[in-house]
């Protein structure tokens, strides 16, 4: 319980990367649908959202009634489906509507 507590304390101090290696520790000392969630956000804020999502799974298999993973799942999945192909770099020529001649 002592990492989850250093998790919980690191994530509130930004050093997300420090978080999930003590939100893993908790995880593998005592197996945490917690521990799996508090890192799962870490991922997140971490734009790991592939990771994000494998830890919602892992947290829904352990505890399938969690509303909260449940919904969190769906709309990180939501997310991803409407960012695929997104490159992040402006249109280079958008067409011109039919009203803007």
């Not at 991922?43 to 352990?62: F, P, R, Y």
């Not at 919904?71 to 997104?86: E, N, P, R, S, Y």
């Not at 958008?94 to 009203?99: D, G, I, M, R, V």
């Amino acid at each position: 319980m002592v990492h989850i507590y250093a998790g919980n304390l690191l994530m509130t101090t930004g050093s997300y990367e420090d978080a999930t290696k003590a939100f893993t520790n908790a995880d593998n000392i005592h197996k945490s649908a917690l521990a799996l969630y508090q890192r799962s956000r870490c991922h997140v804020a971490l734009n790991n959202m592939g990771d994000a999502l494998k830890d919602l799974q892992k947290v829904i298999e352990a505890s399938p009634n969690d509303k909260v993973a449940i919904a969190d799942k769906d709309c990180l999945t939501a997310l991803k489906l409407a960012t695929q192909g997104f490159t992040g770099a402006p249109p280079t020529q958008q067409p011109a509507l039919p009203f803007e001649k």
